[in-house]
């Protein structure tokens, strides 16, 4: 982005708006002659008003096709990319990120649209608003509510990123004008702000499908806890008491649960609309579908959806997440096995949702594909199978990393990359245990465990591995274990890193994998070397060096509970443009 985004960039943001409506535009527009636009102009009707509203959801596939995912979970415990900048902290590398640059660029989008949006509609007269009966409606409040909503959520997900970042709420701003870093202070109230006006003003629901990817007042509720507890987190880290926070936090928490407008689905496969029943018959690659009714449930509080029956409103995110040889996806993103190692074998969220062991699409009969099920394993697993004349059958290969099923590729071998998957901003799981975290916070850590427990019955089927207070121990404990729940639940739905700070864990997480990292290839040497002196004693013992794949992550001993490295540095591109910019992180 430069600096033009932030600035007075308003005809053209509005022409976008105007360009990429939504589907769910009940009303044929009338014809726009665009090169005759002004904001004088534009801004007449109701119809104009939503044609604004919906230009704000037009970039959100380009943010969550993988972007969300690099930025909030390769950085992280849960999930893995071999040697990326991101993956590994690579700090000099981190400014010059393609990735980070477009979210960078994809959220001022956002913001520069809403301040438009906001600034306009506010001037169109209350009666265009009138139903057809010249009835008063609503239906002004709620598209500035939208907007502020987008607004509130961009702006909090630009400071999960960057920290401290400009804040712009004018859609007039002077061109020549270069905008500061804000304090966190003022992110915060500006997020506030928005969302509580967003909460206050967007209906509980909507009654046409294709309005789903629009917020409620659910999702703006849930948007405010969590601005909340940002804000506490920071507290806590600082020694400070963040109680208030908290209860603010937990208030919100409870509006979205007294609702009654959500709950958790019955199976972990259903929260993403995947039904299982083809699997037993044409293996999981190809029989896993998505039942597009499900893609609809009452657990998903608000969602980015994606339309795969056309190249308008679609996501290729099904892609991104499994690898050619298992259903032709492109293998961007893996789970690592430190993460897969971690799950209660009995875990549906690993036996329903994580890929582990596979045949190859090409060859399912002569390659296979298997994790080594424990960190001792890893080195062994690599075999041939011979018939009786000596030749190899089949070979059976080590898998490196596992892969998430979350948002399983339904068009293997049609080479179609129209996807139908959601990508899932904020689910009532996630407020489940959200009320847990800030319950515990509040010294009600047994009331606290209940909630993670409603999480766990689904992933077990059962409560026979239900968490009891007593045996976990004291308030850090807690908040260990439900840092480990949300690790299960929400791998890889985009929220690890800003989890991992605001729960003052990113160090403690973030050091035990970079040693299970280090831990992991030395076991892989010692296997190697005993396999090899096995095979060919004449010529043991074998040596085998691995120490690269280990060292090129920082050191556990290296991280700090305030690291730079929790956040990023914001693109060099735009503090090339404007030096304001630079030293955006706290601890830098």
């Given amino acids: 982005m430069n600096n033009n985004i932030l600035k007075k960039g308003s005809l053209y943001l509005l022409l976008l708006a105007l360009i990429f409506s939504f589907s769910s535009c009940k009303k044929q527009l009338d014809e726009v002659v665009y090169s005759q636009l002004t904001t004088d102009n534009a801004f007449v009707t109701q119809d104009d008003a939503l044609a604004a509203v919906n230009g704000l959801y037009a970039n959100l596939h380009s943010i969550s096709y993988r972007q969300i995912f690099y930025a909030n979970d390769l950085p992280t415990d ?20 393609n990735d980070l640059s477009n979210m960078w660029t994809a959220f001022y989008v956002i913001v520069s649209r809403c301040n438009t949006a906001i600034d306009n509609i506010n001037k169109i007269p209350d009666e265009q608003f009138n139903d057809a009966d010249g009835n008063a409606t609503t239906l002004k409040s709620r598209y500035i509510a939208e907007a502020k909503f987008m607004r509130g959520w961009a702006f909090m997900e630009l400071s999960n990123l960057f920290y401290r970042i400009p804040i712009n709420t004018n859609s007039e701003i002077n061109p020549a004008e270069e ?12 997020i506030i702000t928005d969302l509580t006006y967003a909460a206050a003003n967007l209906p509980g629901s909507y009654s046409a499908r294709e309005d789903a990817g629009r917020p409620t007042s659910g999702a703006a509720n849930g948007m405010l806890a969590k601005a909340y507890m940002r804000i506490a987190g920071r507290e806590r880290l600082a ?12 208030q919100y928490v409870n509006a979205v649960i007294s609702s009654n407008e959500y709950s958790l689905q019955p199976s972990v496969l259903d929260v993403y609309g995947l039904d299982d029943s083809n699997v037993a018959t044409e293996g999981l690659a190809r029989g896993l579908d998505l039942n597009t009714d499900k893609l609809y449930n009452n657990e998903i509080i608000w969602a ?7 190249p308008q409103g679609s996501s290729a995110v099904g892609l991104v997440f499994t690898p050619w040889s298992f259903d032709m996806g492109w293998n961007l993103l893996n789970l690592p096995l430190e993460f897969a190692w971690s799950f209660n074998p009995s875990d549906t969220r690993l036996t329903k949702l994580v890929v582990t062991n596979y045949p190859d699409i090409y060859d399912p009969t002569g390659k296979f594909y298997s994790y080594p099920p424990t960190i001792n394993d890893v080195g062994t697993m690599y075999h041939e199978v011979k018939n009786a004349d000596g030749q190899t059958t089949e070979i059976h290969y080590e898998l490196t990393e596992c892969y998430t099923l979350k948002y399983k590729y339904q068009n293997t071998g049609q080479y179609n990359y129209n996807t139908a998957n959601n990508v899932i901003v904020l689910r009532y ?10 319950l515990n916070e509040l010294g009600q850590s047994g009331e606290a465990v209940n909630y993670i427990n409603m999480v766990r019955e689904r992933a077990f089927g059962d409560n026979t591995h239900d968490l009891n207070a007593s045996n976990l121990g004291d308030q850090d404990a807690v908040r260990s274990a439900i840092c480990d729940e949300r690790a299960w639940e929400l791998n890889n739905e985009g929220m690890r890193r800003p989890d991992l700070i605001r729960m003052g864990l990113w160090k403690d997480r973030m050091g035990k994998y970079f040693d299970a990292i280090k831990t992991k290839y030395q076991i892989k040497e010692h296997n190697a070397e005993v396999i090899a002196d096995q095979d060919d004693p004449a010529n043991a013992p074998h040596t085998f060096d691995y120490s690269a794949n280990w060292k090129i992550y920082p050191s556990s001993s290296d991280l700090t509970d305030n690291d730079p490295r929790r956040y990023f540095p914001i693109p060099k591109i735009e503090t090339d443009q404007n030096p304001n910019l630079l030293n955006n992180r706290p601890g830098e």
């Fill in 179 to 190: 905008l500061k870093l804000a304090s966190i202070d003022s992110i915060d109230n500006q």
């Fill in 239 to 250: 020694g400070q008491d963040g109680s208030e926070n908290w209860k603010a936090a937990l």
């Fill in 429 to 438: 799981a996630d407020i489940l245990l959200l009320k847990a975290e800030i």
């Fill in 78 to 97: 849960v999930c893995y990319k071999q040697n990326l900048p991101l993956e590994i902290l690579k700090e000099n590398d981190l400014n010059m990120d």
């Fill in 304 to 310: 980015i959806r994606s339309n795969g029956d056309g």
